[in-house]
């Protein structure tokens, strides 16, 4: 099965080698890589182009900002399955054969998420989040998987079938920050995200400097992306006015049955059901560990 990866990156080094070769050492036999760069200036488009044999389209040129060129990207590929990586995270070492795997296997999947894992600036993989967690499909499509509420879709680890992309008609590109945001709600409301209980990328946190949320720019997109949707249950906000803690026991308390597919202890298969999950993705062992972490930094 093809699948279709774009990379949009400018001025990403030292990280984008990490992406790249995180990419290309998949060694996947059907793969479209397509890099998109805009313009850049610290040595980024010279190590692209001599990586661009393993690409199947590189261009560098202007472009009007990240979305712009994913969507231009995305318009050369021709894989069954579709997905980006940013020029800092870094999938894992099996992430398209699991990927291409699962798709294959389950025709009624239409797109998939992995369990959260994040870099750090040392390119240390310092958290993978333990539980697969559920995500309801009226929640995804009402926006609530958010800053505040029940925290975001990791776009690094999601993957979704070419049909569901042209049903929904790509990225909308009014959106300058919260372009992925705006995709899952949209793909909710025709289809029902599928949890897999393994990583499939990781995050990179750069602290002050992390390029994925841009800051108040994101959350004021968010914002307005919301205004024509539900707003949640009346007594969420008395706990997320909790702050952190709040935030974690409200996503502890959700529990919904939905699909998630896991790989058995025994027997070389993925396996795909529906089971009851919190929408959280800590367990109270890693929750009571971040607390004291938060509690000896601060």
């Not at 209980?197 to 108040?216: C, I």
Request: glycine fraction near 8%.
């Amino acid at each position: 099965m093809k699948i279709s990866l774009v990379t949009a990156v400018r001025n990403a080094m030292p990280w984008v080698t990490e992406t790249v070769r995180s990419v290309v050492a998949q060694d996947y036999p059907d793969l479209d890589y397509i890099v998109i760069d805009g313009a850049s200036s610290d040595g980024t488009r010279e190590f692209l182009d001599s990586r661009s044999e393993a690409f199947t389209h590189f261009v560098s040129e202007p472009d009007q900002g990240q979305y712009h060129a994913i969507a231009k990207g995305m318009q050369q590929a021709s894989g069954d399955i579709m997905g980006w990586i940013n020029g800092d995270d870094v999938l894992m070492p099996w992430t398209l054969q699991v990927v291409g795997r699962i798709f294959r296997e389950f025709p009624a999947v239409d797109w998939i998420t992995g369990i959260p894992a994040y870099l750090n600036a040392a390119s240390e993989c310092f958290l993978i989040a333990p539980i697969a967690a559920s995500y309801p499909r009226n929640y995804l499509a009402s926006g609530w998987f958010r800053e505040g509420l029940l925290g975001y879709l990791m776009q690094e680890n999601t993957f979704w079938r070419r049909s569901l992309w042209e049903k929904v008609g790509g990225l909308d590109l009014q959106w300058q920050w919260a372009g992925d945001f705006d995709l899952w709600v949209r793909f909710a409301g025709h289809a029902e995200l599928t949890a897999v209980a393994t990583p499939l990328a990781a995050f990179r946190v750069r602290g002050q400097d992390n390029r994925s949320r841009q800051g108040t720019a994101y959350a004021d997109e968010i914002r307005r992306r919301c205004t024509s949707l539900p707003n949640p249950p009346v007594w969420w906000p008395f706990l997320t006015r909790l702050g952190k803690p709040g935030e974690a026991l409200l996503r502890m308390l959700l529990w919904s049955r939905t699909p998630v597919i896991a790989h058995a202890l025994t027997g070389n298969r993925w396996q795909l059901i529906r089971s009851r999950r919190p929408v959280s993705r800590n367990d109270l062992p890693r929750l009571l560990l971040e607390h004291r972490l938060r509690r000896t930094h601060d």
